[in-house]
T-cell receptor, first 118, second 111 residues
């Protein structure tokens, strides 16, 4: 079974430039998460989708960040314009809502997209 | 508010020694608990999970964790450290569809 796929793995841009990250969750996983991970810290939620609906975006800086999940599968996270403080790793994770077969909706993470803003 | 505390941001052990990484959660009701491992430049990988079925949970790579309600703890252990265990470890708690992560413990294994 394929895992969560993210791209690009690494991105270096200058401040004020736009950047976009893409995530393809595990097939059948209804819930998709975008997390921000700063160096030496744990992941912090940016936005959570249930199918195509953003059900928790309270931590998403909406002045410069946007996200979408068309058709309830793939998702993109965009930053425009990027600031120096946005340098971090952006993690995508997915989980399935259905319980059973030992699942309690645990998160499965992609490898992350490391952003460096110069 | 739901929170997770990991005591010790850095832990060093000798190869072959016991690994003990500490995690305490704040909740009046036992939640779902998880340990994740993160190797350099990779995402988080699930090590093990507590679902209330058993207080001692066995995970991958020889790790296990014991849920202690009286101490609100879920410490991660491994009897004998291997060089490949060097990584960042995160404890997490789930309430509904919200996950809360600790700040992580960096494990160094000394040859």
């Amino acid at each position: 079974e394929a895992g969560v796929v993210q791209s690009p793995r690494y991105k270096i841009i200058e401040k004020k430039q736009p950047v976009a990250f893409w995530c393809n969750p595990i097939s059948g996983h209804n819930t998709l998460y975008w997390y921000l991970q700063n160096l030496g810290q744990g992941p912090e939620l940016l936005i959570r989708y249930e199918n195509e609906e953003a059900v928790d975006d309270s931590q998403l800086p909406k002045d410069r960040f946007s996200a979408e999940r068309l058709k309830g599968v793939d998702s993109t996270l965009k930053i425009q314009p990027a600031e120096l403080g946005d340098s971090a790793v952006y993690l995508c994770a997915s989980s399935q809502n259905a319980r059973g077969r030992g699942s309690i909706g645990e998160l499965f993470f992609g490898e992350g997209s490391r952003l460096t803003v110069l | 508010a739901q929170s997770v505390t990991q005591l010790g941001s850095h832990v060093s052990v000798s190869e072959g020694a016991l690994v003990l990484l500490r995690c305490n959660y704040s909740s009046s009701v036992p939640p779902y608990l998880f340990w994740y491992v993160q190797y350099p430049n990779q995402g988080l990988q699930l090590l093990l999970k507590y679902t209330s079925a058993a207080t001692l949970v066995k995970g991958i790579n020889g790790f296990e964790a014991e849920f202690k309600k009286s101490e609100t703890s879920f410490h991660l252990t491994k009897p004998s450290a291997h060089m490949s265990d060097a990584a960042e470890y995160f404890c997490a708690v789930r309430r509904g569809n919200q996950f809360y992560f600790g700040t992580g413990t960096s494990l160094t294994v000394i040859p």
